[in-house]
């Protein structure tokens, strides 16, 4: 479909130039037509990807009742089906009954939602703000400090980027073990900041290498210690770089259920993190959706919020290179 | 210890005075840490004022470690100093990271070649098992299913989506819609399309979206996630819908990257608007679609736990990575789980041989 004859007018006549009017007319047309049909189509799109996230947060609110019998889009037809009863149950995991189809009063224990989201926050701070304390140090020797076999071991790193932590569950499961780690929050920070360090390392190093040298140079000259340089002056400077790994981190171990299950499962049920409470609750009830739907929701609030708020970050980290292998 | 050259000679006691604080510092501090970690260990303190002290405890302390080497190595004349101090700024990420990655691959590689309590040697006998193992044969398929469909699906919508956002009139907005599933955990991700694919027996009144459209069209309700071997499919569908969101931002930046005027004087060559894209958008952007594919690729992978939480590799979409994790803890047998862990590493290792030919091609290392 090439229109490559269009585009040769011949000069002159007058024929010639009402011709060149309506194709101009035509091709605006066609236009206009392509741009309404690539508007709609993209509407189309993104009606698609974010119907899934309003069924789950309609049917959050719905009475229990109402989920088994209906889809979540009569929800309208029954305003009054909408509470946040399935929160406070999902929540506090107090005893609550109903009166099921056939009449009988069924009696359902929720599950606590509440103290895992608190056991995800212990998992989750540490796990980033410890990766990103031990990986500028370390960025910062590669960047400004001598040493013997300083290319090599960041070469190293570099390999290390795209290892998978499968590799690595097994040993450490048996030093945890051994150790008395395993169902510990250390042994999770110390997981996570293993498998996060590659990646924070190189970002941090591509960031301060960059910083002029000249900073330095008269901060020595004032007679300021390597050690009073990075805490007071590349650790501010290098805070974009800091934010934009720390949304991912965040995210990464805040959503993350792997490396829950495998060092954490030891201490049992009272230091499960919000996936792993989740999960519980689709497996042993999965087909109460009020609470699951609810549960979901309750474990999506906290990401989310970081990343409305933060979205400009996320972006700068994800095109910095922020991905995990 | 003689090359001291600080010019006061208080002799002997002040050198003892300087130089035993100086190890004795980081042993007074790693002890205070083990405690602060035992107390919690063992109970004495509990509830959420355990996590919050825990969280407060782990960070003071690793902070608290970094000060105290560094207190120590400048007591200790500069020469010494000089030597010493690279290693407090790099040596805790070089020993965690050799704790954590770099011993764990010849570790785990060891482990392959021995039984499942790691006792008696076994020679190949766990990669012949893995290699010939039917549900392993589907772990490898599904894998191979997921290699392709879900790197495939992300990369191809994240592109379109990019392209139609660029020339929209609602871009923000729908880039957002599309990236805001990147927030969301595999798990939860899970709990919402399960509730897309749920299946209620012909008659009744089907509470999923999908079937809600199926039989609304005159069908019969599927059992989505049961159905072999489309069932995998679906499961992708998933991963998907949550990995576009990256392929979208990342190319949507390239996009803008893409010189005004090139697409110009192509459209004013009266090339088709598709023909622009296809001739003059997409081959300058080439190199961030090999990114993100590379990228998704990694993730498709070590994918775990959308299969986990979804079908726990019911129904035949068993993948490596759940296969693995079952072999750990459900057989326990950590042989054949060490040896699908050296499979996977080995499916990476172009990632990183390319990781490795950037960085030397980039020189930025002098």
Partial sequence: ?325 | MKGKSEGRTSGRGAWIGRVVPAFLAPVLALAALWAGFALIKEGWISGGFAAAFAAVWGVVGAALLYFVANWSVERLGPKVRAKALPFVFVGPALLVMAWYLAAPTVRTLALSFFDASSRGFAGLDNYAYVFTDRTMRIAFLNNLAWLVFGTGFSVLSGLAIAIMADRSRFERVAKSLVFLPMAISFVGAGVIWRFVYAYRPEGDAQVGLLNALVTAAGGAPVNWIVERPWNTLFLIVIFVWLQTGFAMVVLSAAIKGVPGELLEAARIDGASELRVVRSVLIPSILPSIVTVATTTLLLTLKVFDIVYAMTNGLYGTEVLASQQYKQMFKFLHYGRGSAIAIIILVAVTPMIWYNLRQFNKREAFS
């Fill in chain 1, 1 to 325: 479909m090439s229109r490559v004859d269009e585009r040769s007018p011949l000069p002159g006549a007058d024929f010639e130039e009402a011709a060149a009017v309506s194709r101009l007319r035509r091709v605006s047309v066609r236009k206009v037509t392509g741009r309404l049909v690539l508007n709609a189509v993209l509407a189309l799109v993104c009606a698609a990807w974010t119907l899934p996230t309003v069924g789950l947060l309609v049917t959050s609110f719905r009475d229990p009742d109402m989920v088994s019998r209906s889809g979540w889009w009569s929800a309208a037809r029954d305003p009054k089906g909408l509470s946040l009863d399935n929160y406070r149950t999902v929540l506090a995991g107090q005893d609550w009954s109903y009166v099921d189809a056939s009449g009988e009063t069924v009696r359902l224990r929720g599950e606590n939602m509440l103290g895992a989201f608190g056991n995800s926050l212990a998992v989750t701070i540490p796990s980033v703000l410890i990766p990103i304390l031990v990986a500028a140090f370390a960025a910062y020797g590669f960047a400004w400090l001598k040493f013997p076999g300083r290319k090599m071991l960041f070469v190293g790193i570099v390999a290390l980027l795209a290892v998978p932590l499968q590799i690595a569950l097994i040993p450490i499961l048996r030093d945890y073990q051994k150790a008395g780690l395993n169902g510990s929050f250390l042994g999770v920070w110390l997981a996570h900041t293993g498998f996060g360090l590659p990646l924070a390392t190189y970002l941090f190093y591509n960031y301060i290498s960059t910083l002029p040298r000249s900073i330095l140079e008269s901060a020595f000259i004032d007679g300021a210690s390597h050690y009073t340089c990075f805490t007071r002056l590349i650790l501010p400077l290098a805070m974009p770089a800091l934010a934009s790994f720390a949304i991912f981190q965040f995210l990464w171990v805040w959503n993350d259920l792997l490396v829950a299950l495998v060092f954490l499962s030891g201490a049992g049920r009272t230091m499960e993190v919000l996936t792993q409470r989740l999960l519980a609750l689709a497996g042993s009830r999965g087909q109460d959706w009020h609470l699951l739907t609810a549960g979901a929701f309750v474990s999506m609030l906290l990401p989310l919020a970081v990343f409305f708020g933060l979205q400009k970050h996320f972006v700068r980290g994800l095109l910095a290179g922020s991905v995990k292998g």
